[in-house]
């Protein structure tokens, strides 16, 4: 994450040393090391597992964190009163810059990304849909009307349900960072809005 978006999630900087303290903690776990060692290992010229480790963590946690920030103070109100029905609704919504306007039909009840993600309050990946809805009836609908996705159908591919909700997984993973569309930050939709609001 840009340093500059660091005062949206961070109030002070004990708070940011708190998640900092946890992240050191995952990634002590994970490698099984000291704080020694791992204090070592981030301080090494060479890069090394428990840096790139460590670096990760720190880095996803963050921009999950300005995600969450994003859908708290401008996500929930666009997605709960179907504001999502606006051509222009991209502009203030967190996945604006992946959306493709594709909705997700659960049972017959129709869903942005957006509204699946606040309903269940997780971001919703091809596993954790088939976790909360086993036995449903799920489609994948295009803005035009035509089926994406069908998992009653004999043609349903699984790989291709999972790449198309990977993409919003990855996206969260790394919001407020710039990486595959250059001079693009992920997420600047609504940041910038983030950072008008902390201005008044």
Same mark, same amino acid.
């Given at each position: 994450?840009?340093e500059e978006?660091?005062?949206l999630?961070?109030?002070s900087?004990?708070?940011?040393?708190?998640? @900092?303290?946890e992240v050191?903690l995952?990634?002590?776990?994970?490698?099984?090391?000291?704080?020694?060692?791992?204090?070592?290992? $981030?301080?090494? =010229?060479?890069?090394n597992?428990?840096?790139?480790?460590?670096?990760?963590? $720190?880095?996803?946690?963050e921009n999950?964190? /300005?995600?969450?920030l994003?859908?708290d103070?401008i996500?929930?109100?666009?997605?709960?009163?179907?504001?999502?029905?606006n051509?222009?609704?991209?502009?203030?919504?967190?996945?604006g810059?992946?959306c493709?306007?594709?909705l997700?039909?659960?049972?017959?009840? /129709?869903?942005?990304?957006?509204q $699946?993600?606040?309903?269940?309050?997780i971001?919703?990946?091809? =596993?954790?849909?088939?976790?909360l809805? *086993?036995?449903?009836?799920?489609?994948?609908?295009? *803005?035009?009307?035509?089926?994406f996705?069908?998992?009653?159908s004999?043609?349903?591919d699984?790989q @291709?349900?999972?790449?198309?909700?990977?993409?919003?997984?990855?996206f969260i993973l790394?919001?407020?960072?710039?990486f595959?569309y250059?001079?693009?930050i992920?997420?600047?939709?609504?940041?910038? /809005? $983030?950072?008008?609001g902390? /201005?008044?």
């Amino acid at each position: 994450m840009y340093e500059e978006f660091k005062s949206l999630i961070y109030k002070s900087k004990k708070e940011e040393q708190a998640v @900092i303290d946890e992240v050191i903690l995952d990634v002590m776990e994970k490698n099984s090391c000291t704080k020694e060692e791992l204090l070592n290992a $981030l301080s090494e =010229d060479e890069p090394n597992e428990i840096q790139s480790d460590y670096h990760w963590e $720190l880095r996803t946690t963050e921009n999950y964190m /300005l995600f969450k920030l994003a859908v708290d103070k401008i996500g929930r109100k666009l997605w709960s009163n179907k504001a999502w029905h606006n051509k222009t609704c991209r502009r203030r919504c967190p996945f604006g810059d992946i959306c493709r306007k594709r909705l997700i039909e659960i049972e017959g009840e /129709l869903f942005c990304y957006g509204q $699946l993600y606040i309903k269940n309050n997780i971001y919703v990946s091809s =596993d954790s849909i088939k976790e909360l809805y *086993p036995t449903q009836h799920i489609r994948v609908i295009e *803005p035009d009307g035509t089926i994406f996705i069908d998992n009653k159908s004999p043609k349903f591919d699984i790989q @291709i349900f999972m790449s198309c909700l990977g993409e919003y997984e990855y996206f969260i993973l790394d919001f407020g960072d710039k990486f595959t569309y250059p001079n693009k930050i992920y997420g600047y939709n609504v940041i910038r /809005l $983030l950072q008008k609001g902390t /201005l008044k």
